[in-house]
């Protein structure tokens, strides 16, 4: 497991960047035109989010872009996740696009670029237009054909300099987390509709990827999975079955199509007639060629066997150890475990680590001590580099690593009692302060190391 060639150093051509979504940070709601997304319904729902928090504000980036451009060079980011908020681009879901969307990523990639950042932009993070949730959202499969009219229209207009390109950030969120589990918008709690939406979503990431490769030359296109790295609770047959299941619900769903290998038999099986009607094309589509695979990392799952539960059978169980205010157990084994395996399992070609960080109950800065100490953060990203390095030297396909997030931001059904941030934000203020963590970051990327472990 222990490499002896584990130096301090990353790869020469290791990229360094900080990640957000437009939803999480925008704010401007309402301005220039932008339509309803299922995340503005859902947060302005009763109940939803917690304290009825939304991103109504946010951390009003729609205005303050420049001044976070600036924020970024400080920190000496070399690129920037972002994502695009379609509601902007086409108001009604389709058909009609709106200049004023398209003019502010205009604005925002040309001022990165500027600033020598370069932009990675993911299409969708979690904000379809609400006027398509009203025609069925993902479990319709046309809402596939929505999403490739929407990506020509973007790609069009800044294709031309965006070279880095993410389809769907974690379709596990925008399929299971909002049509199954509920915590996340529409808030449905049927587990066949997630299954349809999984579907739809691969398809309308398979028929983007063309059409990004049309409007964008010498694009790298990818796509974004928050894999579960899966762990049997225990020895036991039983549980390493259970486990086996799990990694087929929240990992082999997805990656065995996206590489040309259909559905998982055992899962189809498993779930029988839930799974939802596909045609043939279909798999063909999905397993459009990609250029490298985005990863979400922050947190592993033990399984163990459940006869009571229903589906899966499945249950999970709470490991000992260090837990962050999200009540995300931190165990950097299992990145180093999961950036061998997916590339040992399916033709990934390069990986880059397209989120990773930890949520903490930060103290805001006050004029006797104007900085964020944040040191149990930094704490986790020494940690998760170190891993990711381990991973490296022992062959992993590793090439960039983005920080979640470069700014604390409007974290969900959790609304904003949740920092991720290396930069604090003052929501009442809207000033940003570098966090302590955000510091030593900086320091990582201009050694492209880890130099005080
Ligand atoms: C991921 C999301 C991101 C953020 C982090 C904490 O699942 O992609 O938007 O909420 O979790």
């Known amino acids: 497991m222990s490499n002896n060639n584990v130096t301090n150093q990353f790869p020469d051509d290791f990229v360094w960047g900080g990640a957000t979504a437009a939803y999480q940070i925008e704010g401007a709601a309402t301005e220039d035109g932008r339509g309803e997304s299922i995340w503005d319904r859902f947060s302005h729902t009763p109940g939803k989010t917690l304290n009825g928090d939304t991103g109504d504000v946010a951390c009003d980036h729609y205005h303050r872009w420049r001044d976070d451009i600036q924020l970024m060079r400080q920190l000496g980011l070399q690129a920037y996740r972002f994502s695009v908020a379609w509601p902007r681009i086409?108001?009604?879901?389709?058909?009609?696009?709106?200049?004023?969307?398209?003019?502010?990523?205009?604005?925002?990639?040309?001022?990165?670029?500027e600033a020598n950042i370069t932009p990675w932009v993911t299409l969708y993070h979690w904000d379809l237009p609400q006027i398509?949730?009203?025609?069925?959202?993902?479990?319709?499969?046309?809402?596939?054909?929505?999403?490739a009219e929407y990506t020509d229209a973007i790609t069009r207009r800044i294709g031309d300099r965006v070279k880095h390109w993410i389809t769907l950030n974690e379709p596990w969120c925008s399929s299971f987390l909002s049509y199954h589990i509920g915590e996340h918008a529409p808030g449905h709690k049927d587990f066949n509709e997630a299954l349809a939406a999984v579907h739809t979503l691969l398809l309308a990431h398979g028929k983007a990827v063309p059409i990004i490769r049309q409007n964008s030359s010498d694009a790298q296109v990818g796509i974004t999975l928050n894999l579960s790295q899966v762990y049997p609770a225990s020895d036991s047959p039983a549980d390493q079955a259970a486990a086996h299941r799990y990694d087929g619900y929240f990992n082999r769903w997805y990656l065995d199509p996206l590489y040309g290998r259909g559905y998982p038999q055992d899962m189809v099986e498993l779930y029988g007639d839930r799974v939802p009607p596909t045609e043939p094309e279909d798999f063909n589509i999905i397993a459009a060629p990609t250029d490298f695979l985005g990863l979400n990392y922050y947190t592993p799952?033990?399984?163990?066997?459940?006869?009571?539960?229903?589906?899966?059978?499945?249950?999970?169980?709470?490991?000992?150890?260090?837990?962050t205010a999200m009540d995300w157990l931190v165990y950097p084994q299992a990145l180093y475990d999961q950036l061998l395996r997916v590339p040992r399992d399916y033709p990934t070609g390069p990986l880059y680590i397209t989120e990773n960080g930890a949520a903490y109950f930060d103290q805001p800065p006050t004029p006797e001590d104007p900085h964020v100490h944040d040191p149990e953060r930094t704490d986790y990203y020494?940690?998760?580099?170190?891993?990711?390095?381990?991973?490296?030297?022992?062959?992993?396909?590793?090439?960039?690593?983005?920080?979640?997030?470069?700014?604390?931001?409007?974290?969900?059904?959790?609304?904003?009692?949740?920092?991720?941030?290396?930069?604090?934000v003052d929501y009442e203020t809207q000033q940003r302060t570098i966090k302590d963590s955000g510091h030593w970051y900086s320091q990582v990327i201009a050694s492209n190391g880890i130099n005080d472990r």
Request: no cysteine; proline share 5%.
């Open 90 to 113: 086409l108001p009604e879901g389709r058909g009609r696009i709106n200049e004023a969307g398209l003019a502010f990523y205009d604005r925002l990639v040309d001022g990165l670029l």
């Open 132 to 147: 398509l949730q009203d025609a069925g959202g993902w479990p319709n499969r046309e809402t596939a054909d929505a999403f």
């Open 301 to 323: 799952t033990f399984i163990h066997d459940n006869p009571d539960a229903p589906i899966l059978r499945t249950g999970a169980k709470r490991w000992e150890g260090h837990y």
């Open 382 to 424: 020494r940690q998760h580099l170190a891993a990711a390095q381990r991973a490296i030297a022992d062959g992993s396909p590793l090439k960039g690593y983005f920080a979640w997030s470069l700014m604390d931001n409007f974290e969900w059904a959790w609304g904003y009692t949740r920092r991720f941030g290396i930069m604090y």
